[in-house]
């Protein structure tokens, strides 16, 4: 069954925005600190930002202050909103439980920021 589905990925300039949605089986999303990840080419996936089951929320370094993660507990969802986006940021972004568990990764969304 499907347990987590990413969405909301494209190509967009430097500068720009995108918001990423992850729709979540409600027995995971009740339960678990849900985290989004990225990969990009040639690099190790790594964890982009967190938010707990009580809303608190982490971010790498590299993102602060320019992306917001957050849950929706009606809609069983976790939102990445990525403002003033960067090449840098072009990866494939995966949410997934925190820690991660292998059996929900899925496709992903791929992101590329270019001009």
């Known amino acids: 069954q499907v347990q987590l589905v990413e969405s909301g990925g494209g190509l967009v300039q430097p500068g720009g925005s995108l918001r990423l949605s992850c729709a979540a089986s409600?027995?995971?999303?009740?339960?678990?600190?849900m985290g989004w990840y990225r990969q990009a080419p040639g690099k190790q996936r790594e964890l982009v930002a967190e938010?707990?089951?009580?809303?608190?929320?982490n971010y790498a370094d590299s993102v602060k202050g320019r992306f917001t993660i957050s849950r929706d507990y009606g809609k069983d969802t976790v939102y990445l909103q990525m403002n003033s986006l960067k090449p840098e940021d072009t990866a494939v972004y995966y949410c997934?439980?925190?820690?991660?568990?292998?059996?929900?990764w899925g496709q992903g969304t791929q992101i590329t920021v270019s001009s």
């Open positions: 997934n439980t925190r820690p991660p568990a292998l059996k929900y």
């Open positions: 938010v707990t089951v009580g809303g608190t929320t």
């Open positions: 409600r027995s995971i999303f009740s339960i678990y600190t």
